[in-house]
């Protein structure tokens, strides 16, 4: 069974742009979380999409935004980047009920110059 | 509100001993998951070990165990044995059935392996 994939690996991207990130699920896994991990803040939690509805929502602001698709993949996209943003960006698959763990990607790893 | 405490910033640990993560929890739900996850120093992030709050036995995984002391909402992760690619971060984390399915991470244990 394929895992979860996001691409891409890596981004390097100046102030003022903006990213789009991409996440696909374990086959059959209707939720998709996503993460940002600093060294700093640690893993914080930025939305939930199940069944291509947002369920949950960190506390980032309005330039981050998600989406998910009728197949599950979803995106995430940062726009007007500052250099704050430099993280890796982790996605999260599961089934979406309480006894089921999250499988994570390999991650995006963000740079802003 | 949910809310996990992980208290051990850093942890050492000689190589072939056993080892303790702590974690805490706190939520007002009556069902819910816990869950640990280790993150090697590559990033990825790899799901361990699974505890429900009506699960009766502490759970096991081969060398990880899950001492779970629901009274006092401690979800400890003991490695038995430690290898030196046990060296990494690890994350406990929470979902509850009340709070939408969210998942709650701590701010993670570093464990160093030493030969």
């Known amino acids: 069974k394929a895992g979860v994939t996001q691409t891409p690996r890596y981004l390097i991207k100046t102030r003022g742009q903006q990213v789009t990130l991409s996440c696909s699920p374990i086959?059959?896994?209707?939720?998709v979380s996503w993460y940002q991990q600093t060294p700093g803040q640690g893993l914080q939690f930025l939305f939930e999409?199940?069944?291509?509805?947002?369920?949950n929502k960190g506390n980032f602001p309005g330039r981050f935004s998600g989406r998910q698709f009728s197949n599950s993949r979803s995106e995430m996209n940062v726009s007007t980047l500052e250099l704050g943003d430099s993280a890796l960006y982790l996605c999260?698959?599961?089934?979406?009920?309480?006894?089921?763990?999250?499988?994570f990607g390999d991650g995006t790893r963000l740079s802003i110059l | 509100a949910q809310k996990i405490t992980q208290t051990q910033p850093g942890m050492f640990v000689q190589e072939k001993e056993a080892v303790t993560l702590d974690c805490t929890y706190d939520?007002?739900?009556?069902?819910?998951?816990l869950f640990w996850y280790k993150q090697p120093s590559s990033g990825e992030m790899i799901f361990l070990i699974y505890?429900?709050?009506?699960?009766?036995q502490n759970a096991t995984e081969g060398r990880y165990s899950l001492n779970f002391q629901k009274a006092r909402k401690s979800a400890n992760l003991v490695i038995s044995a430690s290898q030196l690619g046990d060296s990494a971060m690890y994350f406990c984390?929470?979902?509850?059935?009340?709070?939408?399915?969210?998942?709650?991470f701590g701010t993670g244990t570093s464990l160093t392996v030493i030969p």
């Open positions: 939520t007002s739900d009556q069902s819910y998951g």
């Open positions: 505890q429900g709050s009506y699960d009766e």
């Open positions: 086959s059959g896994h209707r939720s």
């Open positions: 984390a929470m979902r509850g059935t009340n709070t939408g399915n969210q998942f709650y």
């Open positions: 999409y199940f069944s291509e509805t947002q369920r």
């Open positions: 999260a698959s599961s089934l979406g009920v309480s006894n089921q763990p999250q499988h």
